[in-house]
């Protein structure tokens, strides 16, 4: 073991100067080699391979923004349920497979919750404002 406590980091630094080195010289060498011709093609907005309509600086409607959120947010506490199942088996062979099951529905309960009131409040619905309410 080295007497410095710091030698012990040098290799990490080697292997983060390294990869440094590595990309800094891969981005150099595409800006050098690299050919470039751009035509109108090249420079218009790639839309999923739809030919681009109107503006591409449109500003995107709000409900965008929160269903993104939101899509975040159920996809965090669904990844909590997960460990969950993973040790239920141990619950079971300690004997506490009922408070695992409660524990979880009790999660579940308020992870529906949040989702109706999600729900109930519109933030899901991207139809028209007016065909909603029989305004045709």
């Given at each position: 073991m080295p007497d410095n406590y710091f030698a012990r980091y040098?290799?990490?630094l080697i292997h983060m100067l390294m990869a440094g080195g590595i990309a800094t010289g891969i981005v150099v060498l595409s800006w050098l080699i690299g050919v470039r011709k751009p035509t109108r093609a090249k420079m218009s907005p790639y839309e999923c391979g739809m030919t681009p309509v109107g503006d591409s600086r449109e500003r995107f409607s709000v409900k965008f923004y929160l269903v993104a959120m939101l899509f975040i947010l159920f996809d965090v506490e669904a990844v909590f349920i997960y460990?969950?199942?993973i040790i239920l088996?141990?619950?079971?062979?300690?004997?506490?497979?009922?408070?695992?099951?409660?524990?979880?529905?009790?999660y579940i309960g308020i992870f529906l919750v949040g989702f109706f009131y999600v729900w109930k409040k519109g933030v899901?619905?991207?139809?028209e404002t007016g065909a909603k309410r029989g305004n045709f």
């Open positions: 040098l290799p990490f460990p969950w199942a088996r141990q619950l079971k062979a300690q004997n506490q497979g009922m408070f695992g099951l409660w524990e979880m529905l009790v899901l619905d991207w139809g």
